[in-house]
């Protein structure tokens, strides 16, 4: 890989800018939008820019081809689970506190890869990194302000959330080999799949009256924050790595808290904010153990 340039920062800021917008915008289509619609118009608007781009150079897309049942299983784990679990969550907690919680993918991808991969196992660096990430977490459930008996549940469906994109990741090795826009696209077409009969039944948007608000935010998830950040994504992959890629880990958490703020007004308590340095210090101390690897 070449060296990062700075314009390679400036997208890697941007990506991580993107990501971190989806979660007040999850709380404001949460004002019009149940879980199950949020989740399904996330993966239909979100299929466009891929499917466009696989379309025009020409990637084969292989949803329905002999591995359909991992781009299924793939597309319930690592799309439908976590967009239904964290639209759900923020309906009752800050959304400032999902960029936090769902900043744990890190730490538990860690744990994880632990059990189930050859080359990475614990060492002293990493085992630190995940003791303090997650004491932060801990912390931050004990933040009775902003979390309590009313919301708990909510809290630790966005953290069960945040797990499954894990469980995803590790799901996508078994299909490592293939192109990132065919997996990508073929498991947004499962993930549609699988939600447009749950939205049919169980939610029914088609008769709500929805406030503009929640509209444009819904479809700003689908489109920017799902498929335009993944082709963004891909682009960093391509020119950077996987490594240099990942350090958008940092920046999530940090942005989440500061546009919560300025486009919802979200209280920020000093739990809140030693739980995000805690999160982002064991983070700094996994990349660091792997960079070493």
Known sequence: MRQPKFTDYILL????????SAFFNIKIATYSFGPVTIAFLRVFFGAI???LLCYFKKIEIEAFSKDWYWFALIGLINLVAPFFLIAYGVKSVQSNLAAILMSTTTLSSTVL?????KNEKFNLIRTIGVLIGFSGIVYLFSDNLLINENNLGSALLILLGSTCYVVGGVLTLKISKKKNENVTGSILIWAVIILLPLVSFIEQPWKLNP???????VIYLGLV??????????R?????GLIFQSQVSYLIPIFGIILSY???KE???????????????????????????
């Open 13 to 20: 800021t941007f990506l991580a800018l993107i990501w971190s």
């Open 267 to 293: 209280l920020i308590t000093i739990k809140v904010l030693i739980s995000l340095v805690a999160v982002v210090l064991g983070i700094y101390f996994v990349k660091k153990s792997n960079d070493q690897n």
């Open 262 to 264: 300025i486009f919802l």
């Open 113 to 117: 890869g632990h059990f189930y991969t």
């Open 211 to 217: 406030r503009l608000d929640s509209t444009i935010s």
């Open 225 to 234: 924050s799902t498929g335009m950040a993944w082709l963004l994504r891909f």
């Open 49 to 51: 820019p891929v499917l």
């Open 236 to 240: 960093i992959l391509v020119n950077n």
